[in-house]
Every structure is written in structure tokens, then in C-alpha cells.
């Protein structure tokens, strides 16, 4: 690919005399070689025009950059956002590889993961190859990636985009990837809205920001595109109504009321009925949970959109594996349930306790699970209330510390508790304090440890193990029934 071509492309109006070959296109100045384009960015904690020396350094063929100034010894070009420029650019240094593909974007507070595990399924049970970009893990041509990212940076998003052959594409959307435009240069055949609950503050400054975040994904659908909606909460009804007010869109709901296009009722420990127009179905629960009814739901919608019947989807369904890390079941040798969930926000955390508790029904349930460090430090005391609430137990622990010291965490950690009769413990070891519930917890309780789910640890603790599934599984090892 050519420079001049490019710029073209980005409507930047100036050409090069010597219009040279871009090999590759990065906003990391560390990443630059001979040839590449860089995009300076100014981010939350670095300003990349401070590093368009160090690019040019690096082989750097020319810069974009958001100073109207000439700056450094080659080509550098002004635009007004080098965010967007990035993303659309990356695109077309790819040859625009969305549209290879039927693309499907998710997005939400809590379920992301879930409902796109939960449509890769499906759409695969029906020989539809499919790759999945999000937080676990994604997953091209067959087989797993590393994931760092929710929603990738733009430059790799645009790279994995055109190396997979799947047919489809279903992937989580982030407010942080949809804030820093990381999916700009991507249409999309359907798009999913799941929910907006507090999360994330910290980053977007208020819900009203946040919504309008999210709400952004719906602008990159296609015309004709589908959008699928729940219509359970505020911000989902407000979408469909701002949406309903487009011409160009199919919009479906779904959700506990008789007018959404999907209404969903009678929601057991192993199945929920659905009704789509003249259809009426049972559906199996392919995880716990009125959430995990929702979840499905969405899935199936979209599935339906990908021209698969309802009926073909519940079959593909009964052989759902389950997803690393979300209400992830172990059975004690003492015949304690221990659950591994991925809950880290208030809503969450609701839903999976309100899950958890209809499965311990009489029977006590212990919670475990810290806060990260660093991170909206305003959902804290609602979720601790919220455990209180639920759970026989609450022990609170650390999770990630960020940078933050261990004993400042803890300490906000104690601040964050509400005044109440039931204080929790808090053991600040996230190995000692998963040890304290398995040994505290009498053989008949529900033990659950969330907001981890299947994420490798980031801190050291006492006992040697790397994830909160790991050290159930030490836990067990060491205290194996001996007999005589
Ligand atoms: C707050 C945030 O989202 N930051 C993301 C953002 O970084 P940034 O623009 O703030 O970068 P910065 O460090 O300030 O640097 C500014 C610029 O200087 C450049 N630079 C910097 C140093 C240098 O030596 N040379 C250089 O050129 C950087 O490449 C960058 O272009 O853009 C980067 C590239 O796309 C991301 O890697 C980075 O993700 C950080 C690491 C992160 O942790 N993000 C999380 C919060 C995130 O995105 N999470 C969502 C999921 C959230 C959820 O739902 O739970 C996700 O999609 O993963
Ligand atoms: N529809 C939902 N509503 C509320 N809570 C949910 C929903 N779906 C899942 N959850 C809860 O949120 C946790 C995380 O779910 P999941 O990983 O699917 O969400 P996510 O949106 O991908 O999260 P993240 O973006 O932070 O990775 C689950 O383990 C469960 O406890």
C-alpha cells in the first residue's frame, strides 16, 4: 500500500512527492519499522507526540498527528482525530476485512462473554465457522488466541479480522473500545444489547456518558442491520425507542414482557419458555440463572437473524460445554458446591447470588471476592450490601491490587463496609481467605468466589496456586478424606 493512496482514503488532502510503501501501521513508537505509519494518540497516561522522534528514529515513512505544526524530520501530516484516522486506516491497510464476514457486535455492562460464547455455539453446531474476539480468549480459523483486551486495539483487531476465514465474527464491544474508536472502520450485520448497569465509572464519569457509549455500537450497523435489544431496565427501552425512530433498522426485543418480539417467562433451574410470535418453546438452561435465560435469548435471536430456527437452535443448546470462569461448579470430596464466577459488578453480583441462592436453597452460602485496585472505587459498599443481603457468609478478600498497596486496598476495602448487624470477614490472602470459607463452610453449604472467574492471579498469595480454581483444587489435595 502506497502513502498517497492511503491518505486519500483518510481525506487527508496532501500528497508525497515520493510516495512511499507503507509496510504497517502502529500508534506505538516502540513498534514502529522501516516503513510503518505512525498515528500519535494522546492517551490516559502518555502523549504519543512525544514519541514521533522516536518513531521517526525507528523507520518511521511518516506520521499522522494531531498538532497543526510541522514536527519532526519527515512527513507529518495533521488531523483532527488520529484515534478514528488509526482505526480507519488499519482497516484499509487490511483491504476492509469486515467484509468478509457476517459480523455481530455485543455489548453490555455483564453477559458479553456469555452470549457470545453462547452464539459461536450455535452458529457452529449449524456448520457455520465462527470466531469469537473478547475476553477469554478469541478464537480464529479454529483455534484460541491470547485475549488482552476485550475489544482489541484497532491494528490487531483489523489483523485478526483478516487473517480468520469464518465465516462469521462475534464479538464483545467494550465501552473503552467504543470510547477510543477501536471498532471505527467495522459495519456490523447485527448488533446486541444486553444491559447498562454500574460499571466502569471511573472511566466514564457518569451513567449518562456510559449509556451514550454503548449506544454508539448501534451506529455502526448496516443499513438494514438488526439490532437486538433487552428490553429489561431503563437504558435498553430508551435504545429501542431512539432506534424505532430510524427507518433503516430491524429492531428486536427481548425480555419478560408480552411485547417484546422475544418474551421469555417461567424461568426454572433447567429451562425457561420462550415465545417468538406463533412459537412457543422450552428452552434448557444452558447455565444458572433468570440472567443466563436472557443471555440465551439474545443468542437465539441472533441466531434466528443468521437465518437458524429456534428449533434447531434449543437442540445445538443441550450440548453447551458451559464458559471458563462463569458459574463454574466443583464438587468437594465433603460434598461442599463451590462456584467460580466471573461477577464483578453490583448487577452482577446480584444475579449470580440470586442464582447461587435458589440452588442452596436452606442451605447455608458463604461468598468470597475483593475489589481490584484502581478501578471505580463507587460500586464497592453497593456490593458488599448486596452480599449481605444473599449470603449467610460474605469474606472479603483482594482481588487485583493495580499498583495499589495491599494494605491501602484493604483499608478502603474496610471503609467500603455499610453499616450493618452482619459484619463480613475480611482476610485480605485471596488464597487464605478461599481456604477460611472451604474450612468454615459446613459440607452441605454453597461456597462462591467471584470476580476473578477464570483469570490467572496477579498478585502472589500463601498458597501455591494461580487462579481461585486452582486453589479450590489445592484445597481439596490437602485435605483429602483419609481412610483407614
Ligand atoms: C484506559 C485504556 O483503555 N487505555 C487503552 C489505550 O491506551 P492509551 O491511549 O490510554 O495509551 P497511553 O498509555 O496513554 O499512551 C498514549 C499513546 O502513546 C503511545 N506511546 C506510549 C509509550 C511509548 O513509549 N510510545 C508510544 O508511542 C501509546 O501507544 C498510545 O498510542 O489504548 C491502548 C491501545 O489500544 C490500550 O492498550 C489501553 O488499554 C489499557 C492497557 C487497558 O487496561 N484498558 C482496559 C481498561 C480496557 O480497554 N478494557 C476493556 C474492557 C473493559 C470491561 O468491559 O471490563 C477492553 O476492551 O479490554
Ligand atoms: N445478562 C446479565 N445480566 C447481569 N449479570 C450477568 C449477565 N450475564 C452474566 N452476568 C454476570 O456477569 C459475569 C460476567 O459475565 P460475562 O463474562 O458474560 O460478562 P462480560 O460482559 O463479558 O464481562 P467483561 O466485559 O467484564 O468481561 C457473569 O459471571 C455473571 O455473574
Redesign the pocket.
Known amino acids: 500500500m502506497k502513502l498517497n493512496g492511503l491518505l486519500n482514503q483518510l481525506h487527508i488532502s496532501t500528497t508525497t512527492e515520493d510516495d512511499p510503501v507503507i509496510t504497517g501501521i502502529t500508534s506505538h513508537s516502540k513498534k514502529v519499522k522501516p516503513g510503518y505509519l505512525f498515528f500519535a494518540i494522546s492517551g490516559v497516561h502518555a502523549d504519543g507526540h512525544q514519541y514521533i522522534q522516536e518513531a521517526f528514529e525507528n523507520g518511521a515513512a511518516a506520521i499522522i498527528g494531531e498538532y497543526d505544526e510541522e514536527i519532526g524530520p519527515g512527513h507529518y501530516f495533521y488531523a483532527k482525530d488520529t484515534k478514528q484516522l488509526l482505526s480507519l486506516a488499519a482497516s484499509y491497510f487490511y483491504e476492509e476485512p469486515y467484509k468478509k464476514h457476517k459480523m455481530t457486535g455485543i455489548t ?10 453462547l452464539l459461536q455455539h450455535i452458529l457452529d453446531s449449524h456448520g457455520i465457522s465462527t470466531a469469537l474476539f ?3 480468549y478469541h478464537f480464529i480459523n479454529g483455534t484460541k488466541v491470547k485475549s488482552s483486551h ?1 475489544t482489541p486495539d484497532p491494528v490487531t483487531l483489523q489483523q485478526m479480522l483478516s487473517e480468520s476465514k469464518d465465516d462469521t465474527v462475534v464479538m ?1 464491544v ?1 465501552s473503552h473500545g467504543l470510547e477510543q474508536k477501536r471498532i471505527e472502520g467495522i459495519t456490523y450485520d447485527q448488533a446486541i444489547f ?2 447498562l ?1 454500574h ?1 466502569h465509572l471511573d472511566y466514564h464519569g457518569t451513567m449518562e456518558s456510559y449509556y451514550l457509549c454503548k449506544a454508539k455500537l448501534f451506529s455502526y450497523l448496516k443499513n438494514k442491520g438488526t439490532a437486538i435489544i ?1 428490553s429489561e431496565g431503563h437504558y435498553g427501552k430508551r435504545l429501542t425507542e431512539e432506534l424505532n425512530k430510524k427507518n433503516d433498522l430491524q429492531v428486536w426485543t427481548y425480555g419478560k414482557r408480552k411485547t417484546d418480539s422475544f418474551y421469555i417467562e417461567d424461568v426454572g433451574k433447567n429451562s425457561f419458555n420462550l415465545v417468538h410470535e406463533t412459537l412457543q418453546v422450552t428452552v434448557p438452561l444452558p447455565l444458572p ?1 433468570e ?2 435465560a ?2 440465551t435469548t439474545a443468542a437465539i435471536a441472533a441466531a434466528l437473524d443468521y437465518g437458524i430456527p429456534i428449533k434447531s437452535s434449543i437442540e445445538y443448546l443441550k450440548s453447551f460445554a458451559g ?1 471458563p ?3 463454574e461448579e466443583i464438587i468437594l470430596q465433603n460434598g461442599t458446591e463451590v462456584i467460580v ?5 453490583p ?6 447470588l440470586e442464582a447461587a441462592s435458589k440452588k442452596a436453597g436452606n442451605r447455608p452460602l458463604y461468598h468470597v471476592f475483593g475489589f481490584r485496585g484502581n478501578r471505580d472505587l463507587t460500586k464497592r459498599s453497593e456490593m458488599i450490601s448486596i452480599s449481605l443481603e444473599y449470603t449467610t457468609k460474605t469474606i472479603l478478600t483482594v482481588d487485583d491490587l493495580n499498583g495499589v498497596d495491599r494494605d491501602q486496598l484493604v483499608q478502603e476495602t474496610q471503609e467500603a463496609i455499610p453499616k450493618a448487624s452482619q459484619l463480613p470477614v475480611i482476610v485480605p490472602d485471596r488464597t487464605e481467605a478461599i481456604f477460611f470459607a472451604l474450612k468454615e463452610a459446613p459440607p452441605n453449604a454453597v461456597v462462591i468466589i ?1 470476580g476473578k ?1 477464570p483469570e490467572k492471579y496477579k498478585e502472589a498469595y500463601t498458597h501455591p496456586s494461580d487462579s481461585d480454581l486452582k486453589t479450590v483444587e489445592l484445597f481439596q489435595s490437602m485435605n483429602k478424606p483419609t481412610f483407614i
Open positions: 453490555g455492562t455483564n453477559g458479553k462473554t456469555t452470549t457470545s460464547f473478547g475476553t477469554v476485550t464483545e467494550s444486553l444491559n448497569t460499571d433487552c440463572g440472567y443466563n436472557l443471555n464458559i470462569g462463569r458459574f464466577d466471573y461477577a464483578h459488578t448487577d452482577g453480583v446480584s444475579q449470580v467471584t472467574g
